[in-house]
């Protein structure tokens, strides 16, 4: 059975780190309230790549997204227009957040749902009590008409560049995503689909990730082993294929004077793997 880590990955997010001890915490929470992940961290939109690969890997039925720094939401699928009520006083359309936690709530009567609220910073301040309030009462309010959700069903993933309101917080499991993963990758030939004699490369690259304080995913290693194989041949090369390849690494960093031995003997170990290759292919 595929991890957490893989599935995510099959959905658009890798990373080196395993996120699944914190999901099984979520999970696990008491059903009195919504389950709800405050998804922390430098990632900046990788945050929201994380909530969608993660909504995915969890097999949510249904998942909802809801960006408050979008001024120009998508158009809903049922457009409510404004009416009035008994006393014909004028409700104006329901608002476009109002309309997707409404859904949200009741497609979770039956069916797992997972919704999305991005960019939290953004919204304004009462927005964030009322979450609250529909985390501890299950129930969301639009006018008089109340939506119930359930939380067997409904999890809620929470997105701010800024620190949430504290009662909300306290509500919230907190997970953190980074830029770049925090954990450093086990390189091995056979991982890569190399011979044995691909060690000395394979070291040469992890003494070059420790000099730059880079932590790239297997996908990242592996694309990168193909243009080091296939295309490189000088250590000008060599940098352009890192910064390609591998995100977060500092393209200035890659040009400092004293990174130059790590670059050329990975070219060095290049050639020697790619020598005995030519000699095993000539007998």
Not at 33 to 62: P, V
Request: with cysteine; glycine share 4%.
């Amino acid at each position: 059975m595929s991890s957490l880590r893989e599935t995510m990955a099959e959905h658009g997010f890798e990373s080196n780190d395993d996120y699944d001890f914190q999901v099984r915490c979520l999970l696990a929470a008491t059903r009195d309230r919504l389950r709800t992940l405050s998804i922390q961290g430098d990632g900046e939109r990788r945050k929201t790549s994380f909530a969608m690969a993660l909504a995915r890997a969890l097999n949510s039925r249904h998942i909802l997204y809801h960006d408050f720094s979008d001024r120009h939401p998508p158009t809903p699928a049922v457009i409510l227009p404004s009416s009035t009520d008994a006393y014909g006083r004028h409700e104006p359309a329901v608002e476009p957040f109002d309309d997707v936690v409404s859904e949200a709530c009741a497609l979770s009567e039956a069916e797992s749902t997972t919704l999305i609220l991005d960019q939290l910073q953004t919204a304004d301040f009462r927005e964030q009590i009322r979450i609250h309030r529909l985390i501890r009462d299950r129930c969301w309010h639009v006018g008089d008409a109340p939506y119930i959700a359930n939380p067997r069903h409904l999890l809620l993933f929470l997105i701010s560049e800024t620190p949430l309101y504290p009662a909300l917080q306290q509500e919230s499991f907190r997970v953190w995503v980074g830029r770049v993963s925090e954990r450093r990758l086990l390189m091995t030939p056979g991982a890569f689909g190399l011979r044995s004699d691909a060690i000395g490369l394979l070291t040469a690259l992890n003494q070059l990730f420790e000099g730059i304080d880079a932590t790239p995913t297997r996908q990242e290693v592996h694309r990168l082993l193909n243009d080091v194989l296939a295309q490189v041949q000088s250590c000008e090369h060599l940098r352009q294929a890192l910064f390609g390849r591998c995100e977060g690494i500092d393209r200035e960093r890659l040009k400092h004077p004293d990174l130059e031995p790590l670059l050329a003997h990975i070219i060095d170990q290049r050639q020697r793997y790619l020598d005995i290759e030519e000699v095993i292919v000539t007998r």
